[in-house]
């Protein structure tokens, strides 16, 4: 069955700017988590949506955001873009995040290059 | 706060050897764990989870081991070759924490042939 897809995967946008990130989690999965990778911070994690509810939120500005579709399918949006939001972004899907099903799966991720 | 931390920033081992990773954690809350491999600018493969009530998982060549009382967990690749030299994570989860993972800052395995 096909793996967690993420678009694009390259993205390079100017400071200021705002930006919208896809990823279409594993057929069945509806949880999706999203993380970003830097080389200082590690991978830290941004929000989790299940069911198209945000059920948990990590430590970042209300700048990010993300929502849900019917479908699973989830996206990510950034606004006024920072020198710093550079980094790999990475969406996971699983499906329901306990101790009894601990199987989590990340997409290859998106690059985005903020000039 | 390093809740989860892997104090070996890098391991090197000889092809056909066991490599053993480790991973300590401070969080009781945390009943899940998992282990992944890296590559840069990838995002991370999945490789074996374990859940609290277990203290051994076994999936082909790898294993990990969950000492609770010690909040520590090992990843053993037997017998290791060159494709596994990669970066990895181990993360940990909480049931009460929908989704979230927090991760190890990673250790560089590398395998020489």
């Known amino acids: 069955k096909a793996g967690v897809t993420q678009t694009p995967r390259y993205l390079i946008k100017t400071r200021g700017q705002q930006v919208t990130l896809s990823c279409s989690p594993i057929s069945g999965h509806r949880s999706v988590s999203w993380y970003q990778q830097t080389p200082g911070q590690g991978l830290q994690f941004l929000f989790e949506?299940?069911?198209?509810?945000?059920?948990n939120k990590g430590n970042f500005p209300g700048r990010f955001s993300g929502r849900q579709f019917s479908n699973s399918r989830s996206e990510m949006n950034v606004s006024t873009l920072e020198l710093g939001d550079s980094a790999l972004y990475l969406c996971?899907?699983?499906?329901?995040?306990?101790?009894?099903?601990?199987?989590?799966?990340f997409g290859q991720g998106t690059r985005l290059t903020v000039v | 706060d390093q809740q989860v931390k892997q104090n070996s920033p890098s391991l090197s081992v000889q092809e056909g050897r066991i490599s053993i990773l480790n991973c300590d954690y401070t969080n009781s809350m945390f009943d899940y764990f998992l282990w992944y491999k890296k590559y840069p600018a990838e995002g991370p493969t999945f490789l074996i989870s374990i859940s609290s009530i277990k203290d051994k998982n076994e999936d082909g060549r790898f294993t990990v081991f969950l000492n609770k009382s010690a909040k520590h967990l090992s990843l053993h690749i037997v017998p290791s070759q060159p494709g596994d030299s990669a970066v990895y994570f181990c993360?940990?989860?909480?049931?009460?924490?929908?989704?979230?993972?927090?991760f190890g800052q990673g250790t560089i395995l590398t395998v020489h042939p």
């Open positions: 949506y299940f069911s198209e509810t945000q059920r």
């Open positions: 996971a899907s699983s499906s329901y995040w306990t101790a009894l099903n601990t199987e989590a799966f």
């Open positions: 993360a940990a989860g909480a049931t009460t924490s929908y989704g979230k993972l927090t």
